[in-house]
């Protein structure tokens, strides 16, 4: 017996769409970035409308990456809703999904790109400053008390010790490690033999990307719904609700969209 979800796709006045969640920008934890918390909310009526039109769902990815964190809490989030709900997932990368924004599309069932997409980066970057130097210049005496021998550790105000770089070099592999085997159990044996290639941090171009098998293949959103979906198939673009506040709108809310746009610019000129 035909269920009604399906009698509904096969009704021809019947109105199509496929859910589009579109993810733009630095992921981190706070307001106003790409992160679970905005998130997981539109997701779910993402894969909620998914499963009750065309059992497809899409992910637009705009984003050079961010925090490892939200990028596995976001990527772990897809893939248990689409193991709950049977949708098929869709990754479409922009301009660029790199680093924690190709962590995330790897959460999909199939990735596709444009031809001059950035993709990759399967990396961790880590640093800071040591200003040690300058104060000892300018004659400036610093006093602490800590408990515990490590708690100072990569005190910027002290030369860097090199118990304390190798306990950051050893971080950031653990990390490294976490992105690889999460990018080698979504993407498969069509990663084999490539390794050496994709998993020394560096980005390249969606063609090169397709070869090292890094992406399925290209697409753009719309002529992705039109193909798999239908030509009155219409994309229903779905995104985190803003709850309209003056004093947020030029408060908090601009500081976390000003400083969204630098820590954004500042990660794509990485990849320049």
Not at 176 to 194: C, L, P, T
Request: glycine fraction near 12%; aromatic fraction near 6%; hydrophobic fraction near 45%.
């Amino acid at each position: 017996m035909m269920d009604l979800a399906t009698l509904r796709r096969k009704l021809p006045w019947t109105p199509r769409t496929v859910p589009v969640i579109r993810m733009s920008g630095v992921i981190a934890a706070r307001e106003g970035a790409v992160n679970l918390d905005r998130f997981a909310a539109p997701l779910t009526r993402g894969f909620d409308a998914a499963k009750a039109g065309e059992n497809l769902l899409i992910l637009a990815i705009e984003s050079p990456g961010g925090s490892p964190v939200q990028s596995d809490l976001i990527g772990r989030f897809i893939r248990r809703k689409a193991e709950e709900t049977g949708v098929r997932v869709v990754a479409i990368i922009g301009d660029v999904g790199a680093s924690g924004g190709y962590w995330i599309a790897c959460a999909a069932d199939e990735i596709l790109a444009n031809r001059m997409s950035i993709v990759g980066s399967i990396g961790v970057i880590g640093g800071g400053f040591g200003v040690h130097q300058l104060i000892r210049r300018y004659g400036i005496e610093r006093r602490v008390i800590t408990a515990g021998e490590n708690k100072l550790r990569n005190d910027p105000f002290a030369p860097e010790r090199e118990e304390d770089a190798r306990f950051n070099r050893e971080l950031l592999d653990d990390i490294h490690n976490s992105f690889k085997d999460w990018v080698r159990a979504r993407r498969g044996a069509a990663i084999e033999g490539h390794e050496a290639a994709i998993f020394d941090g560096s980005y390249m171009l969606g063609d090169k990307a397709k070869d090292l098998g890094l992406i399925d293949g290209f697409g753009d959103v719309r002529g992705v719904i039109t193909e798999r979906a239908g030509e009155r198939a219409k994309p229903d673009f779905i995104g985190p609700k803003k709850k309209f506040s003056l004093m947020r709108l030029i408060g908090r809310d601009a500081g976390a969209a000003l400083l969204n746009a630098i820590e954004a610019e500042t990660m794509s000129a990485r990849m320049r």
